[in-house]
Every structure is written in C-alpha cells, then in structure tokens.
C-alpha cells in the first residue's frame, strides 16, 4: 500500500475548525475556520514548500555559515541554506515524528533527537495540537536534554497566515517596538534598531502594500495574558497569531522569494534571533534533565 510522501496525516477538527498535521516533522499542512484557509497548504505528497508549516528546532533561523562555539568547543553544522552558505531552521523538520496519541480534536507527536557532528547534544521533544472549536488551534512544543552535557537549544515554528487574497492589501499589525535589520545573507548585523519611521513599524496595522519584510522583531508589547499577536487582515476577514512568554521573538517574512510569492505571510514566533548559536543572543542553555516549553496559536478573528 502506497502512502504520501509526509508519512501519516493526523485529521483534527473542532467545531468549524479543521486541521492536517503530518508525520514528517510534525508539520501544520492544514489550518482551516469554516472551511477557508488561515495558513497556506500543500498536498500530502508535496515537500513543505519554503519550510510552510515547519517546527524549527533545535535553532530556528539561520546559523552563519553553520558554524558555532558551546562549551568550549567548536561546533560545524551542515549547511542546509547552500546560497547563503548557512544552516537553517534546525534538525528535525524534514524528520519522522511519532504519534504518541491522537484524539479528534488533538494529536501529540514525539521526536529523539540524536547527537551528531555538527550538535553532539540529545533532545527527546513533542508537539502537541489541540483544536477548540471557540479558541481555533494551540501548538505547544516541549523539549527535555536527555543527554548528559546542557545543550544550546532554541524553537520556532514556521506557518504562513492567509485570509485568502494577496498579503499586499492586507493590514497587518505587530506591536513590536525593535527590529533587526539583516545583511544580503540574512544574517543580522545589529542586534536590534527602533522601528519608529521605517517601513518595520507595524504597530497601527497599515496595509503591506509593497513593504519587503524578512526580519525578526523584538521589544514586544504582551496583553494581560502575556501573548504577543500578529494581526493579517483582508477586506472579508482576518487570522490571529498568538505566542505565549517562551517566546520573545516574532519573525516577520512576506515570501518574496517563496513559491508562490506573498500570498502568505510567514509569521514565526521564536525563542532566539536569527543567528543565535553563533552570536549566543537568546541561546537557552538547556542543562541535563531540563524542559523548556513554549506554546503559540492561530484563530479566526472574531470566532
């Protein structure tokens, strides 16, 4: 019997809400609220175009030219961006994850991250998603150090929103008062810069029109529950974005260079910047027995 090339595909649904997670790295393929789109989707026996959907651990982003010193050692990751000469998004997106439990309205997968080369630390590490059919889709991503040295650890996710028309009439609101502003690799070269009069203010949530963003935004301003959100919305509709405290990075990215060009807003809620292993910003030193947890989430606004 034949099967998909992204391995089993885990069905939840809630209420008007509808969701695809896949086997291979855990992957959100399918986020839908009354039948249309929140997130960009691909066929099951399609490659994650442009990591959509992606969970990036154990770094998200980049790492320059893969290189990094931990411990007193130096580290060389394989270089999985060639073009910019850097490893990207980490070591378990394209990987088999499995299913611990699965329930209609959730599933839990599990990955053993083993040691290699280029990060000789061991992380056991799950993803949960649970659908509610008023509060739309929460991901919660845990990772513990098996292993017996800290290991340098930092997650992200990597979801395209949608409200089904080009991202460049939309509005779109983030109330982050700091940017970091990347080199022609897309590494950073300040840690962070005010985003007061540059096309990085998203604070008033105008409209994209032409603005190309791929930059991580910090300084972030949290409502009472200490969430961080990402606004998108079209003339008809609009989707929400969510992140918990874990995260206190938000990558902004209008897929000018994706597939299908901004017709998704890649919003990825981080743990670290781009860069981090080698620059050590946001690092988290995650020692023996340790567990970090960070949850984020995506609903239709107003439902």
Known sequence: MSESITGEQYALSAGPYQAVVTESGASLRELTHEGRPLVLSHGADEPA??????????????????????????????????????????????????????????????????????????????????????????????????GTTTAPYGHGAHPYLTVGEPIDTCKVSLLADRYVPVDERMIPVRSSEDVTGTAYDLRLGPVLSDRMIDNAFTGLNRDGDGRISVFLEGAERAVRLWADEAYPWMMIYTADNAPDPRAGLGVEPMTCPPNAFASGEGVIDLAPGAEHTGTYGIQAVGS
């Open 49 to 146: 175009p442009a990591a959509s959907g992606h969970l990036l651990l154990p770094w998200p982003n980049r790492v320059d030219r893969g290189r990094y010193e931990y411990g007193g050692a130096a580290h060389q990751l394989d270089i999985s961006e060639p073009a910019r000469d850097c490893a990207i998004h980490g070591l378990v997106r394209w990987a088999p994850w499995r299913a611990a439990a699965h329930e209609p309205d959730r599933v839990r997968l599990t990955h053993r991250l083993l040691g290699t080369a280029g990060y000789p630390f061991r992380l056991d590490v799950e993803a949960e998603y649970v659908l509610d059919a008023a509060e739309g889709l929460r991901v919660r991503i845990t990772a513990r150090n098996a």
